[in-house]
C-alpha cells in the first residue's frame, strides 16, 4: 500500500494554471502506474490523466488534451499535474490514485483499477 497526498490546488481565475503535487510513501513508487481523477459537485468521479509505470506513456480524457500534463519524478515519489488554460468546468476536487503494476508501459483510466488513493485538493476557477 502507498499513501497519497495532494496539494496545490486553490482558486484560479479561467485561463490561468495550476500545478497539483501528489507526495507517495510507504512503498516503492517507481512500482506503481498513476492517475488523477476528479469529481464536481453532484456529479460522479471522473478520470483525468494516467501515467505508466516507466512515465513514458501517458493518457488524458479528452477535455483536458492540450492544456494538461501529468508527469512524475521518481526521486521525489511524487506526480504532478500541470493544468493551464484553465476553465471554469474544471473546478472540483482533484485526486491522485496509485496501482501497482508489474508492466512499464501500461497505464489505466478506469477507477476501479486503482488500489491507493489521496484525500483530494479543491481547484475551483472563476470566470
Known amino acids: 500500500q502507498v499513501q497519497l497526498v495532494e496539494s496545490g490546488g486553490g482558486l484560479v481565475q479561467a485561463g490561468g494554471s495550476l500545478r497539483l503535487s501528489c507526495a507517495a510513501s510507504g512503498r516503492t513508487f517507481s512500482g506503481y502506474a498513476l492517475g488523477w481523477f476528479r469529481q464536481a459537485p453532484g456529479k460522479e468521479r471522473e478520470f483525468v490523466a494516467a501515467?505508466?509505470?516507466?512515465?513514458?506513456?501517458?493518457y488524458y480524457r479528452d477535455s483536458v488534451k492540450g492544456r494538461f500534463t501529468i508527469s512524475r519524478d521518481t526521486a521525489k515519489n511524487t506526480v504532478y499535474l500541470q493544468m493551464n488554460s484553465l476553465k471554469p468546468e474544471d473546478t472540483a476536487v482533484y485526486y491522485c490514485a496509485a496501482k501497482g503494476v508489474s508492466f512499464y508501459s501500461n497505464y489505466y483510466t478506469e477507477a476501479e483499477d486503482y488500489e491507493d488513493w489521496g484525500q483530494g485538493t479543491q481547484v475551483a476557477v472563476s470566470s
Open positions: 501515467i505508466s509505470r516507466s512515465g513514458g506513456s501517458t
